[in-house]
């Protein structure tokens, strides 16, 4: 098996961030730093990270998290803060890994694993995952708003385009619709702070085509077999 890949297998992060960890000298292979990603692991051979010994995992959990405000998207934190690895460590015994993020104050599905490739796959731009968000925003959204998210909008990094934007019908119109495949940090809180509106409340209702059917706040759940064989056959 080729290093970065012995190196995602054993849960550490997807095979593109070994690749990278071990160009930078972080991975030692036999006692000796190697940095050549595509050396192939034999059999016999030891691999280490940090000073510790790792190996391919054996067993792969996939777990769904519908995460609460107040949390942050990392295995910790220096300052204390809660994580939503606090949240869900009693449930595995190995560490899983979010893909991809969630800011502090936005709610909703959070999809966590110990399969480095699934992640490095689901957390690729190439792949444009759909996710869907509710929007609380302080005032009613314009429909001229509306309108224009839709051509997109220009930010500081760049243009930044949502797939669809509604709002959700039943409601007021403050509260907004979002189907978007963007991976970019708090592109939404972005695109309304460009208009001119704050977001009040934002939850993430639909990742990769999972939901948050039956998965109350704060709470966790495995994901079912045909899910995972949906995921991993993602395109």
């Known amino acids: 098996m080729r290093l970065n890949k012995y190196i995602a297998h054993a849960g550490i992060c997807s095979r593109r961030k070994a690749a990278e960890l071990v160009k930078d000298g972080f991975i030692k292979l036999n006692g000796e730093v190697e940095k050549n990603p595509a050396v192939v692991v034999k059999e016999d051979d030891r691999v280490e990270y940090m000073g510790k010994e790792i190996n391919p995992v054996k067993k792969k959990f996939y777990l769904l998290l519908n995460k609460p405000k107040n949390v942050i998207t990392t295995m910790d934190d220096e300052r204390g803060r809660k994580t939503v690895w606090d949240i869900v460590q009693e449930k595995v015994d190995t560490k899983i890994y979010p893909v991809g993020r969630l800011d502090r104050n936005t709610t909703g599905l959070l999809l966590m694993t110990n399969d480095g490739e699934l992640i490095q796959k689901l957390s690729h731009p190439s792949r444009k995952v759909k996710k869907i968000y509710e929007a609380v925003l302080d005032k009613p959204l314009a429909q001229k708003d509306i309108e224009?998210?839709?051509?997109?909008?220009?930010?500081?990094?760049?243009?930044?385009?949502?797939?669809?934007?509604?709002?959700?019908?039943?409601?007021?119109?403050?509260?907004?619709?979002?189907?978007?495949?963007?991976?970019?940090?708090?592109?939404?809180?972005?695109?309304?702070?460009?208009?001119?509106?704050?977001?009040?409340?934002?939850?993430?209702?639909?990742?990769?085509?999972?939901?948050?059917?039956?998965?109350?706040?704060?709470?966790?759940?495995?994901?079912?077999?045909?899910?995972?064989?949906?995921?991993?056959?993602?395109?």
């Open 148 to 235: 224009e998210i839709d051509k997109g909008v220009m930010l500081e990094d760049g243009m930044a385009e949502v797939d669809k934007i509604s709002y959700i019908q039943e409601l007021p119109p403050n509260h907004i619709g979002i189907e978007l495949h963007s991976g970019k940090n708090r592109i939404i809180r972005r695109i309304f702070e460009h208009m001119g509106y704050e977001v009040i409340k934002l939850d993430r209702v639909f990742f990769a085509g999972l939901t948050k059917k039956d998965l109350p706040r704060g709470w966790s759940r495995f994901l079912k077999k045909e899910e995972v064989i949906m995921l991993k056959h993602f395109s």
